[in-house]
């Protein structure tokens, strides 16, 4: 199954773009001048992201800089004590949403310091697995239109996050 | 945004502050503009890639195509999207590229996506109801195999890394429709 995925994955990006410029020769359409043409967009979109991925970067490596990621993650685990998970996968899931690369540097380190076939590397495996890094995904989706008015999406979204956690500690 | 950034920020320096760590903070800030200029350059090629994919797909019409086999598969979710227009292709196209682990193809399709259904809302600069269900669906990240992590557990001489498979698409699956569940009660409370 896990091969049969994996060789599907490898396939499709390749597949996809033969099929892309075939059919646009098909359709007599010019693909190298509409490739160009497209690709002319790309600059544009990352001068709107930029300044939004700007500020989310410089805030989450103030944050974890500060000492402040620090102190709640201590104090959630203090509050969720009770329920036996680890510190390392509270850091983990505190970590997840704000940035990718800590969240593997961390991943690795439970891996390497708790052991492989831990329980706390299966819980991490599954965040890991299952959550994304939400706002680095807000940042670029909602850069590259230029919204400013987010309505109620945020607290949606860090709901789902916390959602996700709860099922990934309680499924592992 | 506002409320969250202003928070991260200020809570930050007085942090920084009390902790001796300001030296740290203010370094972090420039580490963090470097890590944004490094992003933003590798989303610079990917993105313009993909751009000029999807120019060929419009061109050659083949976008609407896919579209209409889409449709019947978004046309609950995405309410207010016309019958074959280009976002539906975009948004196909990511959450294939989502489930499949193919990270630099999801995110400029994201993109274009967002730029189609941006075309669609008739209040620019105000998120739309349909440009939340698709953000929450890619915050959701729903992938058949997590690769990524099943090659570094499997680095690490993991007695079995496939294991989290199953429990990795439950949660996946679960938290997504939670996420959207309770983003339709969202809209139900602030309409």
């Known amino acids: 199954m896990i091969e049969a995925v994996n060789h599907v994955s490898l396939l499709l990006i390749p597949a996809f773009i033969l099929f892309a410029v075939v059919y646009g020769a098909l359709k007599k359409v010019d693909v190298y001048d509409s490739f160009v043409a497209g690709a002319r967009e790309g600059p544009q979109i990352i001068l709107k992201i930029f300044p939004y991925l700007l500020a989310i970067f410089i805030a989450i490596k103030g944050f974890q800089a500060s000492g402040a990621f620090d102190f709640i993650r201590n104090a959630f685990h203090g509050m969720f004590s009770f329920t036996n998970v680890p510190l390392e996968v509270m850091s983990m899931a505190i970590v997840k949403p704000l940035s990718g690369s800590a969240a593997t540097a961390l991943f690795t380190d439970i891996i390497r310091t708790i052991g492989v076939d831990s329980t706390a590397t299966r819980i991490a495996a599954i965040i890991m697995g299952s959550a994304e890094t939400t706002f680095y995904v807000l940042a670029v989706y909602l850069g590259s239109v230029n919204i400013r008015n987010t309505r109620y999406l945020v607290p949606v979204c860090l709901a789902g996050d916390v959602v996700g956690i709860v099922i990934a500690i309680w499924v592992a | ?191």
Do not use: C
Not at chain 2, 54 to 77: C, N, Q, W
Not at chain 2, 86 to 107: C, D, K, Q, V, W
């Open chain 2, 1 to 191: 945004m506002n409320a969250v950034w202003l928070v991260m920020i200020s809570v930050s320096i007085v942090f920084a502050m009390f902790t001796g760590n300001l030296e740290a903070f203010t370094k972090s800030i420039f580490e963090g503009a470097k890590s944004a200029v490094e992003i933003s350059l590798f989303l610079l090629g990917i993105v313009s890639v993909w751009m000029g994919i999807t120019r060929i797909l419009e061109d050659s019409g083949l976008i609407y195509r896919i579209a209409h086999l889409f449709k019947p598969l978004v046309s609950r979710l995405f309410r207010n999207v016309p019958d074959d227009h280009p976002s539906i292709s975009a948004m196909t196209l990511n959450i294939l590229a989502n489930l499949f682990g193919l990270g630099n193809a999801a995110t400029p399709l994201g993109i274009k996506a967002m730029q189609e259904l941006d075309a669609l809302n008739p209040e620019k600069g105000t998120v739309t109801f349909e440009m939340m269900v698709f953000i929450v669906l890619n915050t959701a990240s729903i992938q058949l195999i997590p690769f990524s992590v099943i090659g570094l557990l499997a680095s690490y001489g993991a007695k079995n890394p496939a294991a989290v498979v199953l429990p990795v698409l439950v949660a996946t699956l679960t938290s997504a429709l939670a996420a959207l569940a309770i983003l339709f009660a969202f809209r139900k409370v602030f309409k």
